[in-house]
């Protein structure tokens, strides 16, 4: 079955530090792989999305994350961290060609440092 | 990006009673989604319902839960009778056309 494993529940960055959240994604298939955000007491906001095209994707915020085969992973990055990126972040997979559901991993917490 | 509204945005019921979450696309869809949050936890998938059919569904949702159409554009979760452990956060989602979901803002249950 498909899944996705984000290492780390908890990651606290400087403000205009490095911000990495890790995510590896199991499958035999390359899959359309997402990262969401969700500020607190929000719903779920799309960052960015990788549907096999390009495997550096850049989203909202100055997010992006890249897609490696040979790691099954798609990381999320943005090389300087806000005190608004203070959120839950939730990396996510579909099965290519699925017209069924996203299963979400369980979260990493991005909090900032002053 | 599609806007979805959902209503309550937090309903307080009793163990045992029914309970109805709406979610109200601003346009037309066909692929809608129930997901449910509880506090701290992660989001889990409910069901699925393309063309007025469920399409699919998770081990959650059992013969308590139930989804309708009714009238072509408020898309419903109806919980017939609720317990302790349905106390979450319930998103509805639309299918986006690269297969990314659209989020409401959510319900809030409250189950005492």
């Known amino acids: 079955a498909q899944s996705v494993t984000q290492l780390g529940s908890h990651v606290s960055v400087s403000e205009g530090a490095l911000v990495l959240l890790r995510c590896n994604y199991s499958?035999?298939?390359?899959?359309?792989l997402f990262w969401y955000v969700q500020y607190p007491n929000q719903g779920l906001q799309l960052l960015l999305k990788y549907t096999s095209a390009a495997t550096l994707v850049k989203g909202i915020n100055g997010f992006e994350a890249e897609f490696k085969k040979s790691e099954t992973s798609f990381h999320l990055t943005k090389p300087s961290a806000h005190m608004s990126d203070a959120a839950e972040y939730f990396c996510?997979?579909?099965?290519?060609?699925?017209?069924?559901?996203?299963?979400f991993g369980s979260g990493t917490r991005l909090s900032i440092r002053p | 990006e599609p806007e979805v509204t959902q209503t309550p945005s937090h309903q307080v019921t009793q163990m045992g009673q029914e309970v109805i979450l709406r979610c109200v696309p601003i346009s037309n869809h066909l692929y809608f989604y129930w997901y449910r949050q509880i506090l701290g936890q992660k989001v889990e998938f409910l069901v699925s319902f393309y063309n007025n059919e469920i399409s699919e569904k998770s081990e959650i949702f059992d013969d308590q839960f139930s989804v309708e159409r009714p009238d072509g554009s408020n898309f419903t979760l109806k919980i017939r009778s609720t317990k302790l452990e349905d106390s979450a956060m319930y998103f509805c989602a639309l299918g986006g056309d690269t297969g990314e979901l659209f989020f409401g803002e959510g319900s809030r249950l409250t189950v005492l």
């Open positions: 996510a997979v579909r099965p290519y060609s699925s017209a069924s559901k996203i299963i």
């Open positions: 499958s035999s298939v390359p899959p359309y």
